[in-house]
C-alpha cells in the first residue's frame, strides 16, 4: 500500500501539463503570474531538502516531480513575458 504515496507526485506532473502544452502553443505568458511561479519553486525546494533530510522518499519523489513541472512552467513563463530570455 506504500505505493499510494507516490500518487501525489504522478498528479502533480499530469496538474501541471495543460499549462505547460498552453505556454508552449501560444507563445505568451501575459496573464501568468512570475512571483507565484517562484515563491511556489521556492516553497516546495524547502520540502524536498526537509524530505532528503528525513529520508521520506514519497515525499521527496512528488515534490521533485511537482518541482519539475513548476520549474518549466516558471522558465516558460519568464521566457514568453521576455522574448530576449
Do not use: E
Not at 501541471?16 to 502544452?21: A, E, F, S, V, W
Not at 514519497?58 to 516558460?76: D, E, H, K, Q, R
Amino acid at each position: 500500500m506504500q505505493w499510494i504515496f507516490y500518487l501525489p507526485g504522478i498528479l502533480f506532473i499530469i496538474s501541471g501539463i495543460p499549462q505547460t502544452i498552453k505556454l508552449l502553443r501560444i507563445k505568451s505568458s501575459k496573464d501568468i503570474s512570475v512571483s507565484m511561479y517562484l515563491i511556489t519553486c521556492v516553497a516546495i525546494i524547502i520540502v524536498v531538502i526537509d524530505a532528503y533530510l528525513h529520508q521520506n522518499n514519497s515525499i521527496l519523489f512528488s515534490n521533485l516531480a511537482s518541482l519539475c513541472i513548476v520549474g518549466v512552467n516558471t522558465i516558460l513563463t519568464i521566457k514568453y513575458k521576455n522574448p530576449n530570455f
